[in-house]
């Protein structure tokens, strides 16, 4: 029976390069005896030291012909770098006789690779399993690492792209790029035609690139560009959003151009939300004293600003300068023959499409002010004008009663000044008694205490009347609250009262 003993293994060494191949030395015994002749001889590399286990490594090597002279043998072995990484290796023997076609009878146990043939390790680090010198990542002398560059310049980390993305970052349920920074950026990105950073999540309620300032006075992103510093686009939903508890969202600052700009074609081009009763969702604020906090300009029909809101304020505007027109809370200037600086539109009931309040003394609510004295308006009402019953300023009610009408007194026209109300097809809550001839009391739809009341007769309403001709005399008096007595008369000396036409007018 044949073994193996006393194997040994030597490194090959060559001078011209190094190889994977090295020097296997062993000794063969045949019935005990060393032995002396030809050999067949097969070599097969195992991870397990047990004939019949394990995973070969590599691929089966076949010796024909192997001289043995007493007992001592040498071959040359290579089964590849890559099968020492270094795990365990056992090299399992077969034998016959020389050229023999009998099969291998293999030598057990296996024999343990010993630690110089992993001297062809050095050979692998030129590839590092298998990857190649070529896509190493190295320091430079600087001690910036390039990814992409052999010149890092930007930062102890510098990855250029070469046209695709520069990093990317899957964090799973967690963050996939975090940056952080005692005085400097935490992340910056770079491109000349892409994104320098761009983030994306397909949760509902998380966000693609988030900034977090825990000073209390930084920023959680923040973007610095001669061109738009920070660009957020999306197709259906919000292209930038921020989220602050006591601070702004976003905040956006430019010495030239537009500090934040939204574009968007079916949702919000900047959109502002706050919970708090004080605060804006949107808030502007210009430093130069002459320009606009919030500019908003709109192609063809479209708003430059547009506000909804469904309890507050759609557009809120405040300014603190005192005694001054050239600073407004909210300002809108029409270029354009027609134009309009401010619209306001509400489609449904009781709703307000500009809506002005002032809590001063002598402020105003809303301001108009004609600047060009030739004929310029400095306020247009295209539509019915109304205001409050207890205030001055609009008229609280008008309205042409008939007194000598074939069936008696009724209302020709009317206006109400409080609810828009106006005729024909309504008494617009005015209605009228009367008391005698020439004598009619008109019930108004409000308290008319404090109000200023004109009255006056038509020519000629009541027919002519001896000397006195056509002459018809009115005045009144108010009866109650919300009622005002009218007398009609003829104006001749006798002052006789008559049902006749009149016009009752309230300041």
Excluded at 105 to 128: D, E, F, G, K, M
Excluded at 165 to 179: F, N, R
Excluded at 366 to 379: D, E, H, I, K
Aim: glycine share 18%; aromatic share 8%; net charge neutral.
């Amino acid at each position: 029976m044949s073994t193996i003993a006393g194997a040994t293994a030597v490194l090959s060494t060559v001078a011209h390069a190094q190889t994977t191949a090295f020097s296997y030395q062993g000794k063969l015994t045949d019935g005990g005896a060393p032995a002396t002749g030809s050999y067949d001889l097969q070599f097969r590399l195992f991870d397990t030291s047990a004939v019949g286990t394990g995973v070969q490594q590599g691929t089966a090597m076949v010796l024909p012909a192997v001289a043995v002279d007493a007992g001592i043998f040498t071959v040359a072995l290579d089964f590849g770098a890559n099968v020492f990484d270094g795990s365990a290796r056992y090299l399992e023997i077969g034998v016959r006789p020389g050229n023999s076609p009998s099969a291998f009878v293999l030598l057990a146990p296996r024999h343990p690779i010993a630690s110089s043939p992993y001297a062809v390790q050095t050979l692998n680090a030129q590839q590092l399993g298998g990857v190649p010198a070529s896509r190493y990542v190295a320091a430079a002398p600087n001690g910036y690492v390039g990814v992409g560059t052999a010149n890092p310049l930007s930062g102890r980390l510098h990855v250029v792209g070469g046209g695709t993305t520069a990093v990317y970052a899957d964090g799973g349920s967690a963050t996939g790029v975090q940056g952080i920074s005692t005085s400097g950026v935490g992340v910056r990105g770079a491109s000349n035609s892409f994104e320098g950073v761009r983030g994306e999540t397909a949760g509902t309620a998380s966000g693609g690139v988030v900034g977090y300032n825990v000073s209390g006075a930084g920023y959680g992103v923040y973007g610095a560009s001669e061109g738009e510093a920070v660009r957020g686009q999306s197709t259906a939903g919000t292209g930038v959003m921020g989220t602050s508890t006591s601070g702004a969202g976003v905040r956006g600052n430019s010495i030239s151009s537009v500090g934040v700009w939204g574009t968007s074609s079916s949702f919000e081009g900047v959109r502002g939300e706050s919970a708090g009763a004080s605060s804006g969702g949107v808030v502007g604020y210009n430093t130069s004293g002459t320009g606009p906090g919030v500019y908003g300009s709109g192609a063809g029909t479209g708003a430059g600003v547009s506000g909804v809101s469904v309890t507050g304020s759609g557009v809120f505007g405040q300014s603190s300068a005192t005694a001054t027109t050239a600073a407004a809370g909210v300002y809108g200037k029409g270029l354009g023959s027609g134009g309009i600086g401010v619209i306001g539109e509400a489609n449904v009931t009781n709703a307000v499409g500009v809506f002005g309040v002032s809590s001063s003394a002598d402020g105003f609510g809303v301001y108009a002010r004609a600047l060009n004295s030739q004929g310029a308006r400095a306020l247009y009402v295209d539509g019915t004008a109304t205001q409050t019953a207890s205030f001055g300023g609009i008229i609280k009610a008008a309205v042409e009663v008939v007194g000598n009408g074939p069936s008696g007194a009724y209302i020709n026209k009317c206006y109400n000044g409080v609810s828009g109300a106006s005729s024909p097809n309504t008494n617009c809550g005015i209605s009228i008694t009367s008391v005698a001839s020439g004598w009619i009391r008109v019930t108004l739809p409000f308290d008319v205490t404090n109000r200023l009341y004109s009255v006056a007769a038509e020519f000629n309403s009541a027919g002519s009347f001896a000397s006195g001709g056509y002459k018809i005399g009115a005045n009144y008096r108010r009866f109650s609250s919300t009622q005002v007595d009218v007398f009609t008369f003829i104006s001749d000396g006798t002052n006789n009262t008559i049902s006749a036409t009149f016009t009752l007018m309230v300041f």
